[in-house]
């Protein structure tokens, strides 16, 4: 690995001389160009000795925020930079979205492994969706839950027999929807007759027992129960 330039972006003192130890004893050939403990002692370093790789904390001078202003400028001033985010910030998994949206090419969790020269080097070599052990194990779980549900839902179409308008009905009634408002969508080439004789096909179709009584949230309780319709996947059609 040939010498790069590194600046660290870090508020917190104890945690920065921590940093730098880390890249003094196990990345020799990061050279620190500078730190900064806010974006106001961030800039004048960029433009006097730009870096190839910033370590950008996300959590600066008391907001969650100000990490991701940071970021979005960083990837729009400096294309070529490569943005390693490192924060303590390890339950908001929104914060690590708006990041990688943001533009940063790996985010680091202040737990578990740290800060590693494999994941350093990794972003160096261009590599995106850098990630330390534990936002990686959270990845995963998410992974697999989202691919079960998906085959929970599958299977549920299958043995219910349900098409896309069966799930798209179920759905708007599940955000609210009138029939009347359902009928009236694009995607729905359907009048009000037809989805009323669609709800009581699908009362039918998806309770085994008496179904005498069984009205619209009913149906949509039952469609969520047996994953024929999704709580994170409920958005209206365009």
């Known amino acids: 690995?040939?010498?790069?330039?590194?600046?660290?972006?870090?508020?917190?003192?104890?945690?920065?001389?921590?940093?730098?130890?880390?890249?003094?004893?196990?990345?020799?050939?990061?050279e620190i160009v500078g730190t900064a403990m806010n974006?106001?002692?961030?800039?004048?370093?960029?433009?006097?000795?730009?870096?190839?790789?910033?370590?950008?904390?996300?959590?600066?001078?008391?907001?969650?925020?100000?990490?991701?202003?940071?970021?979005?400028?960083?990837?729009?001033?400096?294309?070529?930079v490569h943005i390693l985010i490192f924060t303590g910030e390890i339950l908001n998994e929104c914060l690590w979205v708006d990041a990688l949206d943001a533009g940063a090419d790996g985010?680091?969790?202040?737990?578990?492994?740290?800060?590693?020269?494999?994941?350093?080097?990794?972003v160096m070599k261009g590599n995106h969706y850098v990630f330390n052990q534990p936002i990686l194990q959270k990845i995963v779980q998410r992974f697999r839950s989202s691919v079960l549900a998906d085959n929970k839902r599958s299977e549920a179409s299958l043995e219910y027999d349900?098409?896309?308008?069966?799930?798209?009905?179920?759905r708007h009634l599940a955000l609210g929807y009138t029939k009347d408002m359902i009928a009236n969508l694009r995607t729905m080439p359907f009048g009000v007759k037809s989805l009323e004789k669609r709800q009581a096909?699908?009362?039918?179709?998806?309770?085994s027992e008496d179904a005498t009584g069984v009205n619209a949230t009913r149906l949509?309780?039952?469609?969520?129960?047996?994953n024929i319709i999704n709580l994170d996947n409920l958005t209206p059609d365009a």
């Not at 370093?45 to 400028?73: R, Y």
């Not at 349900?162 to 179920?170: C, G, H, N």
């Not at 096909?201 to 309770?207: I, S, Y």
Request: charged letters at 30%; one cysteine or more.
């Open 1 to 30: 690995m040939k010498y790069f330039k590194v600046i660290i972006v870090e508020d917190v003192k104890l945690e920065l001389k921590g940093t730098e130890q880390i890249f003094k004893n196990d990345i020799p050939e990061a």
């Open 107 to 122: 985010i680091v969790l202040k737990t578990g492994e740290l800060l590693t020269p494999d994941l350093v080097y990794s």
């Open 220 to 226: 949509v309780t039952k469609a969520l129960q047996l």
């Open 39 to 80: 974006e106001e002692q961030l800039w004048p370093l960029m433009n006097s000795n730009t870096p190839d790789l910033v370590l950008l904390d996300l959590g600066l001078g008391g907001s969650t925020t100000a990490g991701i202003d940071i970021c979005k400028q960083i990837r729009r001033r400096y294309p070529a």
């Open 201 to 207: 096909d699908l009362v039918r179709r998806l309770f």
């Open 162 to 170: 349900i098409d896309e308008y069966d799930e798209r009905f179920l």
